[in-house]
């Protein structure tokens, strides 16, 4: 793991991975830029699992840390005209978690009828799919897909399980299934 996610950081002043437990590491960057570069361009997965970041501050334990949020981008699409903004995405945002930044990059590459942004959200709740937005007494709808999702467990639509929860799917009878979210919720790569 340190090696390849040295290989894939590709930091400025180079990175010490230090394991502080079973599946817990302390990473350590020796310049600003490799941090929000890193930030900025998650979350990251190893081996089909979700690295769940945070940003350690002065005299922060490490070991007492709660790993359980996640930086993601999102693209809110179906929207109506006039609600193309950052003060849409910003309410849209923090209905899902908590609002980061707007990415106006899709505008200006022409789809009208999408906002990218970054939000934080729990891994812990349920991923939102669809928000009816109502500012200034218009009306529209719009359908969140998630950038670079990977690892989903759509029975319960949480970021939380991986692949080998699907156990519980064996377990449990078929007719106790049902299945709400499903891939619809990835974003395709961009080009």
């Not at 090696?3 to 590491?25: C, K, P, Q, Y």
């Not at 959200?121 to 998630?146: M, Q, T």
């Amino acid at each position: 793991m340190k090696t390849m996610l040295a290989n894939v950081w590709h930091s400025i002043r180079g990175i010490s991975i230090t394991e502080l437990d079973e599946g817990l590491f302390l990473f350590w960057l020796y310049h600003e830029v490799d941090v929000n570069q890193i930030e900025r361009e998650g979350p990251w997965f190893f081996n089909s699992h979700m690295l769940l970041l945070h940003r350690l501050h002065r005299g922060e334990d490490p070991m007492g840390v709660e790993l359980q949020l996640v930086d993601v981008l999102v693209l809110a699409n179906d929207l109506s005209m006039g609600f193309i903004s950052e003060q849409v995405a910003k309410l849209l945002g923090n209905f899902m978690g908590l609002f980061l930044e707007y990415n106006a990059i899709v505008v200006s590459l022409g789809y009208r009828s999408n906002l990218r942004f970054r939000v934080r959200i729990d891994i812990r709740k349920l991923l939102k799919r669809k928000k009816l937005a109502l500012p200034s007494g218009k009306f529209s709808c719009a359908s969140f897909r998630y950038e670079k999702l990977k690892m989903f467990y759509f029975m319960c639509c949480k970021l939380s399980h991986g692949e080998g929860f699907y156990l519980l799917c064996i377990l449990r009878e078929s007719k106790d299934l049902t299945v709400q979210w499903d891939a619809s919720l990835k974003a395709l790569p961009r080009r």
